[in-house]
């Protein structure tokens, strides 16, 4: 019983710590303290000499308390070791969640609640259902006023062990929704920046073999597209496929793929500022841009460029749920659940009010509209010299030779292609170089000459103010429709 015990209540603080409720911390830590005592835990000295030390303090903080993750997952981790644990499958959701139990795991399916036995000391029985449910049940009488053990986050004279409110004898230690046991999953492996923009690359590209085969006009390149070009605006049907940080490989890959699947398309519209041209990221990756490449990129596109690193996995991990993750593969579980996601996003714009609004202050932490010239321009100054940095004529020759070579395609195909520099803010565009743009006009004048590529020069147009943008290079709601009002007249 102490090792069940003790597992309940290393857990409950271990999710007070994952919600980031420093009052919950406070109150589990001293819990969990005073229960290891008169004990010795199976995870040896170091964790009850951490609980002393935190609680001892009335003043620590959160992050102080954050110390103590690993070592309570590793203890929990331990703990099951001892503890059996049993699923127990409620009828109603069987085929939704069976195929994502681990092998060994033993599983009973039930009726209903009343056919769950009472577990003995050294069991934990979960009951996962499709209804709501009151969480589990506990014979180790505690202070009423400490916290439950039963990781419910509820005091012990509001929770589980009450004489008047605790559940019957045959209940689970453990009750849970589907629901709930996929939002752990999701808790486990979040969608970041890098997931939701592979969703969206996937499900845009996944659609035009399927439901939005009338497309006859793509947009992609950099995420100055993907902030600025509204598939809705356009005059014919029309899908944005640029996703952050796209360099000229990939953006002219993506197009490839679209037009392969999508036979009606007509019209590709490829938007990146001068130092787009410079870029690749398979050169020399950053870990922000290998993020692009491997878990962005390399999952839909199935191409790496030039990059021959390590693939990292597509979902990392955010907490850890040592119970339910010896039980259920939550990885497997939200690859499922994102799925769905991305067939969702393909109807979606890449801002929408349903799964990612846009930042109002795109990628500022401040109202920059709101300070003064001066703090902008020397705000702005680091934004544009990371750009400024990109300069490499190598690089800007072989993606120009990239672009010759899909031109050729293009027009083979009866495709029209057309280039957009898009609009900055008068704080961005005073530091940025020129030979950014002087290079890529020198390098690109063959292939306006030869090959009939199109270009429209936004960067220092007068049609765009500081109300129109969300930072000082990306475009908001408003910039966003004029750009694409602009797109839309030459596409005709």
């Given at each position: ?28 830590c ?40 690993d ?35 033993e ?43 039963c ?7 509001k929770?589980?062990m ?68 509204i ?47 410079h ?17 962005t ?16 996995p ?123 743009k ?55």
């Amino acid at each position: 019983m102490y090792h069940k015990h003790e597992f309940f209540l290393t857990s409950q603080l271990l999710w007070a710590l994952y919600d980031g409720d420093l009052q919950s911390a406070k109150e589990h830590c001293q819990a969990l303290g005073n229960w290891l005592d008169n004990r010795q835990p199976l995870a040896g000295s170091q964790l009850p000499e951490l609980l002393r030390k935190l609680a001892a303090s009335q003043n620590t903080s959160m992050r102080e308390y954050n110390t103590l993750r690993d070592p309570l997952a590793a203890a929990v981790t331990e703990l099951l070791s001892k503890i059996n644990a049993r699923l127990f499958l409620h009828e109603k959701i069987l085929p939704s969640v069976s195929r994502f139990v681990r092998n060994g795991v033993e599983v009973k399916t039930v009726k209903n609640n009343s056919e769950v036995p009472a577990p003995d000391d050294s069991s934990i029985h979960i009951l996962l259902t499709s209804e709501e449910a009151q969480v589990v049940r506990h014979e180790e009488k505690i202070n009423r006023n400490d916290p439950c053990p039963c990781a419910s986050g509820r005091k012990y004279k509001k929770c589980c062990m009450d004489s008047e409110s605790a559940a019957p004898a045959d209940k689970a230690d453990i009750a849970i929704t589907y629901n709930e046991l996929k939002e752990r999953a999701q808790a486990c492996f979040p969608i970041d920046s890098f997931v939701y923009d592979r969703l969206y690359l996937s499900g845009k590209l996944n659609a035009l073999s399927s439901n939005r085969k009338n497309t006859s006009v793509l947009l992609g390149g950099s995420s100055y597209a993907m902030v600025g070009l509204i598939e809705n605006l356009m005059p014919r049907p029309a899908v944005n496929l640029a996703v952050n940080a796209q360099d000229p490989y990939f953006a002219l890959l993506s197009a490839e793929r679209a037009k392969e699947s999508a036979k009606k398309i007509d019209t590709i519209i490829i938007t990146g500022g001068y130092y787009f041209w410079h870029f690749d990221l398979s050169d020399n990756p950053s870990s922000y841009t290998k993020s692009v490449l491997t878990r962005t990129n390399y999952p839909v596109l199935k191409d790496l460029h030039n990059y021959t690193g390590d693939l990292p996995p597509a979902l990392l991990r955010g907490v850890k749920e040592p119970l339910f993750e010896s039980i259920f593969d939550f990885n497997a579980m939200c690859e499922d659940i994102y799925g769905k996601v991305s067939e969702r996003l393909a109807f979606l714009s890449y801002f929408n009010n349903e799964i990612h609004k846009r930042p109002p202050n795109g990628m500022l932490n401040f109202p920059f509209r709101e300070q003064n010239d001066e703090l902008n321009y020397k705000a702005a100054k680091a934004r544009a010299g990371a750009h400024n940095g990109q300069y490499n004529i190598t690089r800007l020759e072989n993606n120009l030779k990239l672009l010759s070579e899909f031109m050729l395609k293009m027009n083979s195909k009866n495709v029209r292609v057309l280039l957009i520099i898009p609009p900055v803010t008068v704080f961005y565009r005073h530091h940025s170089d020129l030979g950014l743009k002087e290079t890529f006009y020198e390098r690109l004048e063959p292939l306006k000459r030869e090959l009939g590529v199109e270009v429209i020069d936004l960067f220092e147009s007068t049609d765009f103010d500081v109300s129109d943008f969300q930072d000082y290079d990306h475009l908001n709601d408003s910039g966003a429709k004029k750009l694409s009002l602009i797109a839309a007249q030459w596409i005709g």
